[in-house]
């Protein structure tokens, strides 16, 4: 039987809730008992966002021994270069890069051509894989993407050196057939699919967070 693997993300996105905003205590604290939980990834925060995020994620890299904790990060040189050092000295950690890839994201929030879009993306992986094994690439808005180019795109970031593929519902929007199809698709289809791990990240916005996953 397979086995699931947990990717706790309370500390970074969990945190964006309403009145859910953390001090660096309280998050080692959380992330003290999400290892006693035994869960096998804690996202610690987005380590480039802010001085106060850095430090969060270094203090729970160092003292986080079982479960692997990675930092969030844009595409970018910088936010790559800025976790690596926040995790620096962790024992067990990973890089998660993500960005945007459905028309409606790549024109109006990036304003950018999907070729471009796609070197970024490569780019990114590559970075992170020198400093760390573990790297996770998430397409933002990938329900919502072309199909065809989700696939091309998770090809060449698995040639790259992804070893983790993360398919997010960023707004919410798709349902349970729609997620099941896309994930069938995407591990039949992408390159090397079988050498690496598919992981969802589903929003609730429809009540449907649960059932996609």
């Not at 729970?60 to 595409?75: D, E, F, H, P, Y």
């Not at 999907?114 to 590559?126: I, L, N, S």
């Not at 050498?195 to 449907?208: A, I, M, R, Y």
Request: hydrophobic share 40%; proline share 3%.
């Amino acid at each position: 039987m397979e086995k699931v693997k947990f990717f706790d993300t309370t500390l970074r996105d969990g945190e964006q809730s309403p009145g859910c905003s953390m001090s660096a205590d309280e998050k080692l604290t959380l992330a003290k008992q999400l290892e006693r939980l035994g869960v096998n990834t804690i996202e610690a925060g987005f380590a480039a966002s802010s001085p106060g995020d850095f430090e969060s994620v270094r203090e729970i890299g160092r003292q986080i021994t079982n479960s692997t904790v990675v930092s969030l990060c844009r595409a970018s040189k910088n936010d790559i270069d800025s976790a690596i050092e926040a995790l620096g000295d962790a024992k067990n950690w990973g890089i998660h890069t993500f960005i945007s890839t459905s028309a409606l994201h790549m024109k109006h929030k990036l304003e950018m051509e999907p070729k471009d879009v796609k070197a970024m993306a490569v780019a990114a992986v590559e970075r992170a894989k020198k400093a760390t094994d573990n790297v996770e690439f998430s397409p933002e808005d990938a329900t919502r993407s072309d199909p065809e180019f989700l696939v091309e795109v998770l090809s060449e970031t698995v040639r790259a050196g992804a070893t983790i593929l993360n398919i997010p519902d960023t707004v919410g929007y798709t349902t349970p057939d729609e997620m099941f199809d896309l994930i069938t698709r995407l591990r039949n289809e992408v390159y090397n699919a079988d050498k690496v791990t598919f992981s969802v990240h589903c929003h609730n916005d429809l009540g449907l967070g649960v059932a996609n996953s």
